[in-house]
């Protein structure tokens, strides 16, 4: 069936919420207002204001309250509106969440599954628009995930709610709108909260990417086809662990990439994927691998500068190019 | 500033109050006291590292407070940990040996002074961000409200932690969804170095609490009877419905705030002042006048609770180090506990 990327997560959750009484939902807006990205409207109506929680303006404390909620026995889903606002509650997620099963010689688990906007690309300026993805997947304790396509806005959320660990959820908020075909079985979108995955086949260089600079990277892969160039595309989908084995396959057989990030290229992801690709595959390398990142500036408002800053399908096409020489 | 502050009287003692009681207090407060006396011991012998926040002089809060909690309630904690923990049932040879550093440690030695814990006693920690156990307290009573489990979540933090931001969230959520937490400040003037009153604007902590329609009262944090008697209320009136209950304990540390602290912020006087109010002597002393307690039944449980150190000491000296292939356990659940 054709759905949306924001329904496709609707659907999860009702799922979570009428297959586990233990699971709820506890965010900013997420019960009468139906979800800043209307994520979770009409949940309210059908699971009542007990496990769609709306919570004061106060992320520390809610967020610090799935972390205690998960350790009392329930599976508490906790909305942040944005990954921006996540840093008032950045304490209770890495002192505490990250690390209360170390901490403690593994005598509890922290089952609490985090879902947050990120991203820029509809001129909400500097305090609205970051990816700091990378900071998260730096923290030993928790899991990143970054569903990039409707399938796997689908899939994660089962998995991640299995999981006894902390799992923090990216969700680009370009993605949201994002329409396609959702396939009617599980077979079709379940998956695993371990791997990356190829999104295209190619021969000749590797983009790897993540979230919202997906489909950025697979339109370049188009205009690249167009061509000749034969581009293979590796959606990195777990940011934390990563699934370097996947990264070294593709160049084993690509022998060149570029990784596409909307992060800022100092401290990025792409420059922890770049480091991994140096240490394991240099020998397989025909080229230095290149980033696509954005500029280091704070995101602007101005819709052209805007875009100006962040990977765009050109710059990441002529990156391609760059890596194969052409 | 003075010993003496204002203090509600406290109401009737709890029916519960058996006639064993008050050794049994005086009994827990010398088992903290002498563990804590042997920690700054084996931390001068480099035998415990990292930081070593004792407790010396607030034994009253720890035994007024833990013998008024069910076996089933759920304790959060601060760094100035050990008594809870000790009065709580974690055993002083597992908290031994986790200042040691050992594999046997309550927390296999991963966590040291500032994080014990130990799940089948509902001891959540052990917190070491100034605040940052006061939000995992509300998630707790949020789960057992959620449950319908009869638990409420007693959530120790210091005075300090009362300028942080997740104090005022922490007790707004809870106040706003009614929630079963017992906010329990021990109050001992001091943040670190920084006195009460250069700290906070408003210095009257149970207005603090009062400002969100939290019922709160404080007592005597150097007297465990007066401790017991108002943590008892709250915790019935907590366990009967209608929400959190804040209770500040106004005591004193007789020691700096760590080892590493010079303490030089505080007038000898001031401390001397405060040590003549101790909570062990003066209660003692009450015991005898009362014909409860007698010399020699005094010294038999100092030489209890010195018994009970000595072997914890032998038990962590002998326990094994984990070994460093096990440096990467328990970061994530292991596959076969999924």
Known sequence: MKTSYREALRLALREALIADPRVFLMGEDVGRYGGTYAVSKGLLDEFGPERIRDTPLSELGFVGAGVGAALGGLRPIV????????????????????????????????????????????????????????WYAHIPGIRVLAPATIADARGMLAPALADPDPVVIFEHAQLYNLEGELPASPDGWACDIAHAAVRREGSQATLITYGGCLPKALQAAEQLAADGIEVEVLDLRVLRPLDTDA????????????????????????????????????YDLDAPPLRVCSAEVPIPYAKHMEAAALPQPERIAAAVREVLGV | MSPRRKQETPAAAPAADDSALPLRLLADMLRIRRLEE???????????????????????????????????????????????????????????????????????????SMHLFDAARRFYGGQAIVGGGLPLAVGLALADRMRKLPRITACVFGEGAMAEGAFHESINLAALWQLPVLFCCENNLYAMGTALARSESQTDLCAKAAAYKVRARAADGMDVRAVHAAVGDAVAAVRAGGGPFFVEL?????????MFDPDLYRD????????????????????????????????????????EVDAAVAFAEAAPWEPVADLLRDVHTPEAAR
């Open chain 1, 79 to 134: 909305e942040v509106m944005t990954v921006n606002f996540s840093l008032l509650a950045l304490d209770q997620i890495v002192n505490s969440a990250a690390l209360l099963r170390h901490m403690s010689g593994g005598q509890f688990s922290v089952p609490l599954v985090l879902r947050m906007a990120t991203g820029a690309g509809r001129q909400l300026a500097a305090q609205h628009s970051h990816s700091l993805e990378n």
């Open chain 1, 247 to 282: 990264i070294a396959a593709s160049l084993a057989k690509t022998h060149r990439a570029v990784v596409v990030d909307e992060g800022w290229k100092s401290g990025s992801l792409a420059a922890e994927v770049v480091a991994r690709i140096v240490e394991r595959c240099f």
């Open chain 2, 38 to 112: 042997k920690c700054a011991e084996l931390y001068g012998a480099g035998k415990i590292r990292g930081f070593l926040h004792l407790y010396i002089g607030e034994e009253a809060c720890a035994a007024g407070t833990m013998h008024a909690l069910a076996a089933d309630d759920n304790v959060v904690a601060t760094y100035r940990e050990h008594g809870h923990a000790l009065l709580r049932g974690v055993p002083m040879n597992a908290i031994m040996a986790e200042m040691f550093g050992k594999a046997a440690g309550c927390s296999r030695g991963r966590g040291g």
């Open chain 2, 250 to 258: 106004q005591t004193y540390r007789f020691r700096a705030h760590s």
């Open chain 2, 268 to 307: 000898k006087a001031e401390i001397e002042a405060w040590k003549q109010r101790g909570p062990i002597h003066t209660f003692s002393a009450q015991l005898k006048a009362e014909g409860r307690l007698d010399e020699a039944a005094f010294l038999r449980l100092d030489a209890a609770a010195q018994a």
